[in-house]
């Protein structure tokens, strides 16, 4: 029993100590590449000057009159942390892609250097006064730099979760890459963290922006605010101002039925797979004693959340409840009849399953419990390349859109070599 002890700190040190010079190799990397832009305001030649979607006229919808609208091509998608933003990414990849709209992709990994503000001189390739169609990859949003990139008329979409569900997502999937919670002893971390958080958080802290609010944080806000601090509500008024359609991650069909109708798409524009779904036995079910607490310690995200909650109800009603209802309706259906087509056994399994990596989600440090997909292999060919392009992860699918994640492949490689 001592010997089985004294191995497994044994292991832990070593875990440690490798982790350590691991992320200090990362942090080496990432101030030897991460690119510096000198911020000048006001000059012409730095912003995109016209809209490129007039380039793009050769976009249609089939099944809608070009007289009551035509689709949108230009938008920006604020892609926040744990809301099942990578979905919505893979519906916008499918789109580009298809219409060959020209995205604003990262450069050498797969986020715009997150947690960094974004600059436009992330973004891969990028000359002053170039235009994009679409940028929504993971960054900390900075507008003024965003609306550089993208004609005036581009939309802004985002999404958000209930703050509850979403820390506790967060804690399970960082907390190995975040060192306070290493000293939280237990079986169960998250709760002895939500029992006293000001015990184990310290705000200066390495990745600390994971464990509170990171919602306001992905914003490009102060994480740390309270929740009755003015600038809490300030933040989030000027992020109505900036957002054309906020989507609510419980309401995921409802979310993309407005979304289809904001963008006049399609219903086939908008089916989907979940991407980087949790096996069910990596969630923590907290008490309601202990999402109270999670809730006062993510205020400020709770604020925003039941703000933009409200604004969405609001165009749920407008749209229609029983209008609404068909539409979400017809959505399930298609999903199920892609299913059918695409998935070997019809549904989503654990990672050591994935028989093709093309199609293995990246996953958290120190375990797989991201779930993946097998595709059948007798699909027909008039639905090969769709069925592939809805099951292929995001790294995978940035890849295929010609970024080179060299990064994002190295930190992959390290991440499982010191938790073997």
Known sequence: ??????????????????????????????????????????????????????????????????????????????????????????????????????????????????????????????????????????????????????????????????????????????HRAVPLTWRINGENQLTEFLNSPQTFYSPQAFNSFYLKNLLFFDFGFDNNLEADDPRVMRGIHDLSKRFDLVLIAEYFEESLILLKDTLCWTMEDIMYFKVNARRSSSVSHLTPELRAKALQWNGADWKLYQHFNATFWARVEAYGRERMKQEVNELRRRNTEMKAICVEDGDAVEAQKIQDRHFLPWQP????????????????????????????????????????????????????????
């Open 1 to 174: 029993m001592m010997s089985r002890i004294k191995r497994n700190k044994c292991t832990l040190k070593r875990r440690l100590i490798l982790w350590v010079l691991l992320t200090n190799t990362m942090l080496v990397l990432y101030c030897l590449i991460n690119p510096t832009q000198v911020k000048i305001r006001g000059f012409e030649q730095d912003t995109c000057p016209l809209s490129i979607s007039k380039l793009k006229e050769n976009v249609s919808t089939p099944s809608q009159s070009t007289e009551e609208c035509s689709p949108r091509v230009d938008i920006m998608f604020m892609k926040t942390h744990k809301t099942a933003s990578s979905t919505i990414l893979n519906i916008l990849y499918r789109f580009g892609e298809k219409h060959k709209l020209k995205f604003a992709l990262p450069d050498g990994r797969n986020d715009f250097f997150y947690p960094s503000p974004f600059l436009c001189s992330q973004v891969k390739d990028y000359r002053p006064g170039e235009c994009f169609n679409i940028i929504c990859n993971h960054m900390r949003f900075d507008h003024q730099e965003v609306a550089k990139l993208l004609p005036p008329q581009a939309l802004y979409i985002t999404i958000l979760r209930d703050p509850v569900d979403l820390f506790e997502s967060s804690f399970n999937y960082y």
């Open 365 to 420: 440090v120190g375990e797989s419990s991201i779930l993946g997909y097998n595709m059948k292999k007798n699909v027909h060919p008039t639905f090969r390349t769709l069925c592939k392009k809805m099951l292929t992860p995001e790294i995978q699918y940035l890849s295929d859109l010609g970024v080179n994640l060299w990064l994002t492949r190295l930190w992959g490689w390290l991440k499982d070599l010191t938790w073997i």
